[in-house]
């Protein structure tokens, strides 16, 4: 066991592993050492992420491994060195839905029926 | 960048991303499927950016906490020293660290406005731009430091400093108690936004 599990318990070892990785591949985009959320929705998903791992339904490692993936796949396709900070929460997106898929939390056609319904004008009611 | 420099207040109005459309299917999914509560994101995306924000506020006091003569050079002259560790962009602000001991607590506010030592502590929250903490802090600082959750000992002297667009404060909380053999890195996650603001104290070491 880690030392920062014993002191602050999973919940503080997630935050912390998160916090300390600063200039690896999938850190996340910080202006002075703060996170910067530029819309709702990013910091929504971030929180969304930390809170499954913290329901031990997904290793934080297995995550950022995704996450890396998705980095090294959309950087190489879009040709430049290195993604613009806004589009890091659309990879972040991308590698959770994988996780999900992948862990089986979430079938692929229970999350295209969810956004489908919550396209604009797309009301479904269950 | 514009957009970070301004406050994370409410923009325009505007029809969803398609991002922020699909992170909202997968947060009612889940929520659905009763694997995740909408206040669980909140509390960790609060405590995150509480933890991760004075990050490099957090480095100076550890490494003050773990090298006397760093520390000594830091209460000297902080704008030199917090320099030392690579942290810059202080404009010509001169910033000044505050040593709480046994016997004195410091504070730190700014009445006129809400000037902050943002390179080392991040941005401000909200309620240190609130006229009622600018206002209040000076006048009665034991009864806000209480609605922190912050109880001080009668015998501890309190002193609130006023920023100005000249000089900066940043507080340097009293190292917790049984952390001897922790490693400076360690130290630092235990330095909170607020101790470096003087309303609250390090985190305590969990047994």
Same mark, same amino acid.
């Given at each position: 066991m880690d030392r920062y599990e014993r002191l602050f318990g999973n919940a503080g070892y997630i935050a912390r592993r998160i916090a300390s990785d600063i200039s690896g591949p999938a850190a996340i985009p910080r202006r002075n050492g703060e996170p910067v959320f530029t819309e709702p929705w990013e910091s929504r998903i971030f929180g969304t992420a930390v809170v499954l791992c913290e329901r031990g339904l997904f290793e934080w490692d297995e995550f950022r491994q995704r996450l890396i993936a998705e980095i090294t796949a959309a950087d190489s396709a879009s040709g430049e060195a290195k993604s613009p900070p806004s589009a890091y929460y659309e990879r972040f997106l991308a590698a959770l839905e994988r996780v999900l898929i992948e862990k089986k939390i979430c079938a692929k056609e229970e999350i295209e029926l969810h956004a489908r319904a919550e396209l604009p004008g797309e009301h479904e009611h269950h | 960048m514009t957009d970070q420099e301004s406050e994370r207040g409410p923009h325009h109005p505007r029809p969803l991303s398609p991002a922020a459309l699909r992170a909202k299917a997968i947060e009612s999914l889940l929520v659905e499927k009763g694997l995740l509560a909408s206040d669980a994101i909140d509390r960790v995306v609060e405590i995150y950016e509480k933890d991760v924000g004075p990050l490099n506020g957090a480095k100076v006091v550890a490494r003050a906490w773990c090298d006397p003569a760093y520390k000594r050079r830091l209460l000297e002259d902080g704008t030199a020293a917090i320099a030392e560790l690579g942290f810059g962009g202080l404009q010509g602000e001169h910033m000044v660290v505050l040593e709480n001991t046994p016997r004195v607590h410091n504070v730190v506010c700014c009445t006129l406005c809400s000037c902050y030592p943002w390179p080392? /502590?991040? $941005?401000?929250? @909200?309620? #240190?731009? !609130? /006229? &009622? #903490?600018? !206002?209040? +802090? +000076?006048r009665e600082p034991r009864a806000v430091l209480h609605e922190f959750g912050l109880e001080l000992p009668e015998t501890v002297e309190i002193r609130v400093w006023d920023s100005s667009a000249e000089i900066r404060y940043m507080v340097m909380p009293e190292r917790?108690?049984? @952390?001897?053999? /922790? !490693? =400076? &890195? =360690? $130290? %630092?996650? $235990?330095?909170t936004r607020d101790s470096l603001i003087g309303v609250?104290?390090? =985190?305590?070491? %969990?047994?």
């Open positions: - | 080392v /502590l991040g $941005l401000p929250p @909200t309620w #240190y731009k !609130s /006229l &009622a #903490y600018r !206002s209040r +802090i +000076i917790p108690a049984a @952390t001897a053999n /922790l !490693s =400076e &890195a =360690e $130290l %630092a996650s $235990l330095v609250g104290l390090a =985190e305590p070491v %969990a047994r």
